[in-house]
């Protein structure tokens, strides 16, 4: 039994025994940048993004695509300025504490991840190594020349079909220190679930145009920290995306090119990211965990490795038909435009449409990663509990949720709201407003026994993935949403029945209709 179980059963039980270190203060003045800065690299703007569904199945990514996956997900689209009951509401007013709206969710509105894009000689840049700038929407280059051989070697001689002959690969890396500053030891599981929101946004998006994303996670991530430039104890390498290009000939990426390995010295890029914080502080937690979770292609689990970490049936008893799901009126890109955290706005006046419930349940349960060690007709890791405060036509108290059957099995009859409440740590939501609060939950500890440490990535990508699904599925039908992690897991265990079983509540994720016609600011025409 490794680490992962320790930090596991640690995060579990933070709610009534606080990580070390437990006085921390986060010291906001000598905050790290909200991005990588690269002096000296040269940004190459992306063209105008394609949006919109295709008429067709697209051959593949091509610029204009990649810009607008790009943009859609991390790219920012919008200030936020509108008044909610964050903690942050003094500040944004203020440009350097200025919050963009992005496609994607980010735990504390940090966006710790880290987009790079190993361009091969199929594709339309100069064969090498890009960071993508999410303020400029640009690709900074980082190295001139093609290393694509070095990162199928890093993913190993075992490595899918659709990622050894791939000639274009976009790598997810964490700065770790880019959220620990706020969330210490606690840091790993959030931009753990980054990263899932990340994938789930370009699967989403990719699906639209008939395109793939298949992320790989177990490879030499140490070898990728090196072409990355970066120090393997302080940034974390946790995802390969292989990308399918338009017009790459099937011979271009299956010739492997010339390994870095063979040489003297091994690729590297030549521009690094220059930190701006004064004083790096190191958590030993947070180490332990990196450290137990690096990837190793040789620790790649076996396909079906995953079916005995599988959700458990559906609990509960009488269950309710749920209407069949409601047509959303928005598509993907319109979506993510829109999503946003309802933060304190809820109106409990108005009651969930039972049939919009049903919609925003069914994308998320079939939510995947999409990884290696998931078989794509296999069982899927999460579970749904929905806790049931103003939906039409269903009475209150907390439910399983069949995703087969299409119904809600009754757990716990009675009003929910004022144990949401009392079971929540911040001030930033009123629970008992939201029409319905869903919490996914994942047998963690089954899935590290199934695969190792390095799974504890996978959970939280797992979680991350359907709390993307979510708000996108949220902002489609109109709805308001929020995801929140401060919550008491070990009240919720209790409260649905699961002591004594592996299941583990990750998030709580609040769904409703807002207050009509709240108070915001337009700043684009300001």
Known sequence: MGY????????????????????FVPDWADRPRKAKFHPGAETLPLPEPRHGPSTGAARGFDLPLLSGMLQDSYGLTGRRLGVQANTDLAALPHYPQANWSRGTASGGGLYPVAVHWAAG???????????????????????TGDVTGDIREALGSDAPAHASGAGQYLILGVKYWQNSFKYNSFSFHAVSMDVGTVLQTWRLWAQEHGLRIAPVLWFDEERLARLLGVDHREEGVFAVVPLEWAGERADTASVPAPSAAASASPAAVRHRDRERSRRVLAFDSLHRIHEATLGRAADRPEPGALDRAAAHPPRGTDPLPLPAPATAPLGVHAALRARRSSFGRFDASRALAPEQLAAVLADCAATAVGSEAERPEGPGLTSLYVFVNHVAGVAPGAYAYDPAARTLRLVVPGPPGPFLQRSYFLSNYNLEQAGAVVVPTVRTAAVLDAVGDRGYRLVGAAVGAVAQTFYTGAAAHGLGAGVALGFDTVSHIEELGLTGTDEAPLLIMLLGHERPRPADFRHEIA
């Open 121 to 143: 000689p199929g594709g339309p840049l100069t064969p090498g190594v890009y960071h993508y700038a999410p303020h400029q929407h640009g690709m900074r280059r980082l190295l």
């Open 4 to 23: 992962a179980h320790d930090y596991a059963t640690a995060i579990m039980h933070r709610g009534r025994v606080p990580m070390e270190p437990v006085d």
